[in-house]
């Protein structure tokens, strides 16, 4: 590539290498990821410093946080709960399309918080219970309904992208965005564009699975006896799922209120200011990640809502594999290896 000097060459084949790394497989993603941000400093493209600088990003702390979040949702139940609690309505569950468009809302919703993965694991027992509730109906071999519930489990939680934190693309997004047009994209900012997208597009696979495979022998009392009986399971409240609910609450407020302050009063009105500069989402996000350590189940047994054992189980692989490509992203621009790749596909 004319034009740009010897770190960009370097870079670019770093960049292809992990690319090719990425797609087979070869080593662990993250992995990758690290070697290629210490082929960075080796083949001297930018210093260790600059290099490494991208893993403690704030982006990374928002990473973390909303992680820890979420592995307190699944450990308390949380999210089970919130699951059987609409789906206990009967109107949810009267016909099979009512029951396609409830589980799609439900993992649509928990996917807003939770990883893809994370959220089709907790809602694959769900469905395949729903299925076994339904008896011949819910038998793939003598109905198609039961191809399109399982269809909409990944669906749904594939099209959620309403919340920053519930993928980790979207924040790295957000970064990009932050670091090359300088304009900060707040939590309200993108939830009021991408909201209203992920709705638009859970109707559309809704629509399609319906369409294609919504017919099915009604049993909604079977269904609704399933449903109670995993609620009776549940037992009632725990004080470990009211501690998640109101620290999750409190963080979703904390993340929503600057914008929407700043839409009505502007960016330049006290509140989104002090906001911007003193409690940013990753700090929100760490510490309520962190009041959940201090938040007591049971003070006699010295028990508290998320101990370190669980959140040490976080997907820490994510976490470097993000730092790594907003190593690599970096690095494109301040080696001119980015312009340069933009300019030769314009030409062509």
């Not at 690290?34 to 600059?50: E, N």
């Not at 609690?85 to 009967?90: E, Y």
């Not at 309904?145 to 099209?159: C, D, E, I, N």
């Not at 290896?337 to 933009?342: D, F, I, R, T």
Request: charged residues 15%; glycine residues 10%.
């Amino acid at each position: 590539m004319a034009g740009v000097g010897r770190e960009a060459h370097a870079l670019a084949a770093i960049y292809v290498w992990a690319v090719a790394w990425w797609v087979t497989g070869a080593l662990p993603l993250a992995a990758t990821a690290l070697l290629s941000s210490g082929l960075a400093v080796v083949l001297g493209v930018a210093p260790a410093t600059k290099v490494f600088a991208a893993y403690a990003d704030p982006i990374i702390f928002l990473f973390i946080g909303s992680f820890m979040l979420a592995a307190a949702m699944r450990e308390s139940g949380l999210d089970a709960r919130f699951a059987f609690a609409l789906l206990r309505h009967g109107g949810a569950t009267r016909t099979p399309r009512r029951l396609l468009a409830t589980v799609g809302v439900i993992t649509c919703a928990l996917s807003l918080w939770l990883s893809n993965t994370a959220t089709t694991a907790l809602m694959l027992p769900v469905g395949v219970g729903l299925l076994r509730s339904l008896g011949p109906a819910g038998d793939p071999a003598r109905s198609r309904f039961p191809t399109g519930l399982m269809l909409m489990l990944t669906w749904a939680s594939s099209v959620a992208v309403g919340i920053p934190v519930g993928s980790p693309p979207n924040l790295i997004a957000i970064g990009m965005v932050r670091d090359l047009a300088g304009r900060r994209l707040s939590f309200f900012d993108w939830v009021a564009v991408a909201m209203p997208l992920t709705v638009v597009m859970l109707a559309a696979c809704f629509a399609i699975l319906a369409w294609r495979y919504g017919a099915a022998t009604e049993r909604p009392e079977d269904v609704r006896r399933w449903v109670d009986a995993e609620r009776a399971r549940l037992g009632p409240w725990r004080r470990a799922e009211v501690n998640v609910l109101a620290v999750f609450g409190l963080v979703c407020t904390l993340w929503m209120l600057p914008g929407a302050v700043a839409m009505v009063a502007g960016p330049d009105a006290a509140l989104p200011r002090f906001f911007d500069a003193r409690l940013p989402e990753p700090v929100v996000a760490l510490l309520g990640a962190v009041l959940l350590f201090l938040l007591p189940t049971d003070w006699r047994r010295g028990e508290f809502t998320l101990t370190w054992r669980q959140a040490a189980r976080i997907d820490w692989g994510t976490v470097l594999l993000f730092g790594g490509g907003l190593a690599l992203g970096r690095l494109m621009f301040d080696t001119g290896l980015a312009e340069a790749v933009g300019t030769a596909l314009v030409r062509v």
